[in-house]
Every structure is written in structure tokens, then in C-alpha cells.
């Protein structure tokens, strides 16, 4: 049995404003630096009304999270960043609204856990034959127990001297043909937007923009997404230029999908926008969130086992 919070939320009309959302960001149950509960009272001293919380690969954080927002009026919706192997390339879909009790979603985010171990320790080895030794303890110790993955080597990197930063960490270790680089067999499009469809959620295509793909590329990709279920796609980014947002905003229209937005909030400290300071989707679109207070869509939110 679960208790539900839909009752101490209210819907758009009850605040005499429009809600706000972020739906995208990341807390230290992956490679976010705040814990769910103090990235949740952040949320909550920005304005925001609606988050989701997208944690890469897992969902371990959701019930703490959403425990805090009871506490500070935020309503969380349990989300992840599914990370997956398109066309010989990496894509992030975005999990929004899922049941984290659901055993494809957990199952198949396992496994792609499972991996991020195995990656770690391959990359472990391969920076140790450039000379750079330690650096699975190094990123372990960073990680304490998330969902292991780059940036914790990145700041392990960083904090020994080998790069100034965690930007010049992947500039120079991290990134495809770099020396600490090794591939993952992550989850294949299909399998990510099943696992999504099963839990009950919402698969959506996160930051088209980093892909750098070219327009023709970037509409294969929505047109097999949304024939295989997904959709929605991020089209304000806090990591998208305006001109990027601009151009997810026309994949959404001509797909037909529905249109999201998100901080993609990892750290205090980072460069790009925080939460509250993201630009307004465009009207013509329609909100991933469009149907969340109605109860058309039929899903509780669910904050912990009660029995
Ligand atoms: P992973 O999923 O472990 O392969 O790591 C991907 C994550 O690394 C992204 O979600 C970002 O948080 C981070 N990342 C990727 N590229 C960079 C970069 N150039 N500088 C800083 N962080 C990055
Ligand atoms: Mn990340
Ligand atoms: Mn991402
Ligand atoms: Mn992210």
C-alpha cells in the first residue's frame, strides 16, 4: 500500500498563477551535488511548484525527495535520465511521472547500473596505463554510493591537479577518443521508452540541442521515438541556447510532441541557468504537464509504503 499526496496539492487555479516547472535536475543519488531533500528546499526557495526529479539511471532518490516537498509545498514527480545508444550515438530520454514500484523500469535501470560499474572500472584501468592511478577509489569516494558515472571522475581529476576543472577533466580524459574513455552498452531507444511506458510514465527526448545533430537526423530521431511511444521532447533547456530551444520547439511542432522544460540542475555552482530562470515554453506548444492535475492520466503519486 502506498499513501498518495494528491490531496495537499492544489491545481493551477487554486494559486491564481500560472506553476511553475523544472523538470530536469539531478541530486547526489547520481552526479548532482545536493541531496534530494536540500536540492528539494532550493527548488522551493526558487518558486518553483513542479519538479521532477531525473537522476541518471535511477530513481533511489525519489522518496526522499518527495518527502521534502510535502514539507516545503513542491510537488516532485519521480522522473530519471535514461541513458541510451541511438545510431552509434549517446541520447538521454527523460522519464516523467513513473511508478517507482514498477519492476521493468527498476529492473532495466539495474542494469544500466550495472554498467556504469563496469564502465568505471574500465576506465579506471585505461586511465592507469596513461599513468594516473587511484582513480576508481578517487571516483567512488565522489560518488559515496550514487549512481556511479563521469563527473565523479571528473572531480576526482580535478581535486589531484590533473585538470583545472570538471570541464577540463572531460576535455581531456572523458570524452569519446579521450584517454579515460571507454563505451557502454546502455539501453537502446526502444527498450528506454518501454521501460517508461510500463512504469507509466512519459518518455521524453532530453536537450536535443547537445546532440549536435543534424536537422534531418534530429527528425528520425522524434519520428522513431514517437512511433515508438515517447512523447515529449525538452524544449527549454537550462543548457540550450535560445536559438536551440527555438529549434526543439519545431521538432515538437512537427512531430507532434509535447513540449517539457528543465534546469538540468547539478550544482549550485553551475554555469548554466538554475531553476527559476528558465525562459517560457512557447504557447503554441503543449505542456508535457498538460494533464498532471486533472487525474486524467489516471497515476498517483506515490511517496512511500504505509503497510
Ligand atoms: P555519464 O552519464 O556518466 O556518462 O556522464 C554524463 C554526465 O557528465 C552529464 O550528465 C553531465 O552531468 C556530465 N558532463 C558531460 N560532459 C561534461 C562536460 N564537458 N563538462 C562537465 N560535465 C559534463
Ligand atoms: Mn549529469
Ligand atoms: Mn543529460
Ligand atoms: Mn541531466
Not at 174 to 203: D, F, H, M, N, T
Request: a neutral charge; proline letters at 4%; aromatic letters at 6%.
Amino acid at each position: 500500500m502506498y499513501t498518495t499526496i494528491e490531496k495537499v496539492y492544489h491545481d493551477n487555479g487554486d494559486h491564481g498563477r500560472p506553476l511553475k516547472y523544472d523538470l530536469h535536475m539531478h541530486s547526489s543519488v547520481s552526479d548532482g551535488v545536493l541531496d534530494p531533500a536540500a536540492l528539494v528546499e532550493r527548488v522551493a526557495a526558487a518558486g518553483i511548484d513542479v519538479m521532477a526529479l531525473t537522476d541518471h539511471d535511477t530513481t533511489d532518490g525519489i522518496e526522499a525527495a518527495m518527502r521534502a516537498g510535502f514539507e516545503h509545498g513542491v510537488r516532485v514527480i519521480a522522473g530519471a535520465e535514461v541513458s541510451v545508444n541511438w545510431q552509434g550515438g549517446l541520447l538521454h530520454i527523460l522519464a516523467l511521472g513513473v511508478d517507482i514500484g514498477e519492476p521493468t523500469l527498476q529492473q532495466g535501470l539495474a542494469a544500466q547500473r550495472v554498467c556504469r560499474e563496469e564502465r568505471a572500472i574500465a576506465m579506471s584501468e585505461r586511465l592507469a596505463a596513461t599513468g594516473i592511478d587511484g582513480c576508481l577509489e578517487g571516483a567512488r569516494s565522489f560518488a559515496s554510493g550514487a549512481s556511479i558515472g563521469r563527473s565523479h571522475f571528473a572531480a576526482d581529476l580535478v581535486e589531484r591537479g590533473f585538470a583545472k576543472d570538471r570541464a577540463a577533466a572531460f576535455r581531456k580524459f572523458l570524452r569519446p577518443g579521450k584517454p579515460g574513455y571507454v563505451s557502454c552498452q546502455w539501453a537502446s531507444l526502444e527498450e528506454a521508452v518501454a521501460w517508461i511506458k510500463a512504469a507509466g510514465g512519459r518518455a521524453v527526448i532530453a536537450h536535443p540541442a547537445r546532440y549536435r545533430m543534424t536537422t534531418a537526423k534530429m527528425g528520425r530521431l522524434c519520428e522513431e521515438f514517437k512511433a515508438l511511444g515517447g512523447e515529449g521532447i525538452e524544449v527549454v533547456s537550462g543548457t540550450h541556447t535560445p536559438h536551440d530551444n527555438a529549434m526543439a520547439a519545431g521538432m515538437a511542432l512537427r512531430f507532434g510532441l509535447l513540449a517539457s522544460q528543465g534546469s538540468d540542475f547539478h550544482d549550485p555552482a553551475q554555469t548554466w541557468l538554475g531553476f527559476g530562470g528558465l525562459p517560457a515554453l512557447p504557447a503554441h506548444l503543449t505542456p508535457v504537464w498538460h494533464d498532471w492535475n486533472t487525474g486524467a492520466a489516471g497515476r498517483k503519486l506515490r511517496v512511500g509504503r504505509t503497510g
